[in-house]
Every structure is written in C-alpha cells, then in structure tokens.
C-alpha cells in the first residue's frame, strides 16, 4: 500500500515534443534512459528554457512540464 | 576574403545539408563546393534516438563552419527558442534566423524577424537574418548590429534566381559595411555568379545543387562561377552601352576611303 502511494507521488506527466507520457524520471538525464534515446548529441528545453547538458542530472522535472529533445539534422 | 562576424573565409558559398539523394552525396558535394560553411537544423529526435548522431557525425567530418538555422518557425517566440537550443547544441552563437510569414511562399514575416534579431543580437548571438529585398528593412537589422544580411533572390527552393534585381542592387550600394549574402532562390550557376557581380559577398543555396541531376558536379559547377562572379567584381565591369562601339580599330581597314570610314 505505502509502495503503490510512493510510485503514485513520482510518475509525473510531461509533453515530450507533442506528445503527452507518463514517466518515472524526474531529471533529463533519465528522461532519456527512459525514452530510450541513446544518441549523445541533444539540447533540451524544458517550458521552452534550455537546460544545459551540464544540468542534465540536477534539473527537476516537475508534472506538466513541457520538454522538447532536439538533436542536429539536415537543413537549408 | 569574406569575412562574417569577425571571421574570414576564402570560399563565397553557403551550402545547405538537406535534401540530397544520400548523406554519402551530401558529404561529397559539400567538399566539392569548397564551402567551409554548411546549414544544418535542430528537430526533434525519434524513437530509437541516433538520426541526429549519424548525421552529425558526417558533418563533423568535414570539418567546416555550421550555421543552425530556425527553419520552420512562424512566431518571434519559436524562432527565439529554437535559436537557443541551436546555440546549445551546436556550440555557436551562430544563428541563421527564419521568421516565416507566409505558409506558401515562405516569405519571411520581416517584421517579426526584426523583434526576433533584437532579442537575440541582446542575448549574444551573431545573428544571420532572412529577409526580403525591402531596404528599409535591411537598414534597420544592420543598424539594430547585424553585420551580416540575408536578402532572398526569389521564393525559397525555386531556382528563379535574382528576380529583385533593382532593389538588391540599391541594398548592395546602400549597405557597404555589411556583409550581404543572397540567400534562397538561386537554381543556377549564372545565378551566383551574378550575385557577385553585383557586388554581394556570398550566396547560401541548398537545392540548386542538392536537387539538381548530380550534385557533387553541380557543387563543383557553383564554385566556379562564384570564384567567376567575384573576379569579375574586383576587376570592374564595363558600363553598358546603349549602341554599338567596334571592338576592333577603324584605322586602317582595307578598301576604305580614310575620309569617310564608318565602323563595322
């Protein structure tokens, strides 16, 4: 019963570029883990303000949140 | 030499990264060009996560400049943001900044590219701005510190190549100071060429070669007539003529009564 009240408090839902998802993560970092996006080049921006690499494993994400996960591709 | 923001490069050309038949193509006619500055974007990632690597892996390759563009982005706020998450991802304060203002002809909103160039110029960038062949425009994105402006030559992707003539010519001698780049609209090797006899320094194209029937020729065929155009600039074309003036001396020609000869 406590266990369920504890994954309760943590699954948060975030809009991850569109789409709306409920996850475990609470940090960037394992935003990607947990997506599965194993390349290394990102930026991302979290409620439209970048959140530089270095902060990756600090920055808390919080319910609501809107994320966006960009990496480079081809353009004019 | 071309100089951007302080930096210089011996090639003229801006080369764009998409839409060629294959990233082997792409890559190769990057180098063919002798462009030592390519665009490139920022989208969001995929499932699986490793499009942006392998693509971004080949550009490192080859070793060159990179220009993020906000490509897409319809709204000061967008085109700010993704500025932002260019700089981040791409280490540079670089921005080849795209307000679009209108769905079909990917004009771009000049108003709004203006409020966005303030905010970025504010925040560090270099800002490379998109515009219009409207010179009250261009004068007001140099004065706000752009040191570098974009006028299109005609409709992004059409290959009509300078259709705004006149005015671009206006902006070229109004705007000494700034470096001016022709961007969009080029199809044609002629196309640059004419851009720099004009006067402009650079041009940015990306379907002009990546479109054409062999791209890594195209790329090849550009960089000559780029290197034709600005050649033909420093050493200072003839003024046109209205009538005929014989290439070849009068004097002298056979069968003529020196008295009355007339030029042929």
């Not at chain 1, 009240?5 to 998802?21: D, F, P, S, W, Y």
């Not at chain 2, 706020?77 to 307000?99: G, M, P």
């Not at chain 2, 992004?156 to 010519?169: D, P, R």
């Amino acid at each position: 019963m406590q266990k369920a009240a504890v994954q309760e408090k943590t699954a948060i839902t975030l809009t991850v570029n569109g789409e709306r998802k409920s996850v475990r993560a609470t940090t960037p970092r394992e935003l990607l883990a947990e997506l599965e996006l194993k390349g290394e080049f990102f930026a991302i921006a979290v409620n439209r303000h970048v959140v530089a690499k270095a902060r990756w494993n600090e920055h808390v994400l919080a319910n609501g949140d809107s994320v966006e996960i960009v990496t480079p591709r081809q353009g004019g | 030499m071309l100089e951007l923001y302080g930096q210089r490069f011996s090639s003229r050309l801006l080369i764009g990264t998409a839409r060629y038949p294959s990233l082997t193509v792409m890559q190769e006619a990057v180098k063919t060009s002798g462009a030592e500055i390519v665009t490139v974007s920022v989208r969001r990632e995929n499932a699986g996560g490793k499009d942006g690597d392998t693509f971004w892996n080949i550009i490192r390759e080859l070793n060159v400049k990179v220009l993020p563009n906000t490509a897409g982005c319809y709204s000061v706020e967008d085109a700010v943001s993704t500025a932002q998450l260019a700089r981040e991802l791409f280490n540079t304060k670089w921005i080849k900044l795209e307000v679009i203002g209108d769905k079909a002809t990917l004009q771009p909103d000049v108003v709004g590219t203006l409020e966005a160039t303030k905010i970025l110029l504010a925040d560090g960038f270099e800002v490379f701005p998109y515009c219009t062949e409207d010179l009250t425009v261009a004068k007001r994105l140099a004065d706000a510190g752009c040191k570098v402006v974009m006028p299109w030559g005609s409709q992004i992707g059409s290959g009509k190549g300078i259709v705004h003539e006149e005015a671009l010519k206006r902006m070229r001698a109004e705007l000494p100071g700034v470096a001016l780049i022709i961007d969009a609209g080029l199809g044609a090797p002629s196309h640059a060429a004419k851009a720099l006899e004009m006067g402009y320094d650079a041009v940015l194209l990306n379907t002009a070669v990546a479109g054409s029937g062999n791209p890594v020729k195209m790329a090849k065929a550009f960089a000559q007539a780029l290197e034709a155009g600005r050649a033909a600039f420093e050493a200072g074309m003839m003024k046109p003529r209205e009538i005929a003036q014989a290439s070849t001396p009068i004097a002298g020609t056979p069968f003529t009564n020196p008295a009355n000869a007339r030029s042929s």
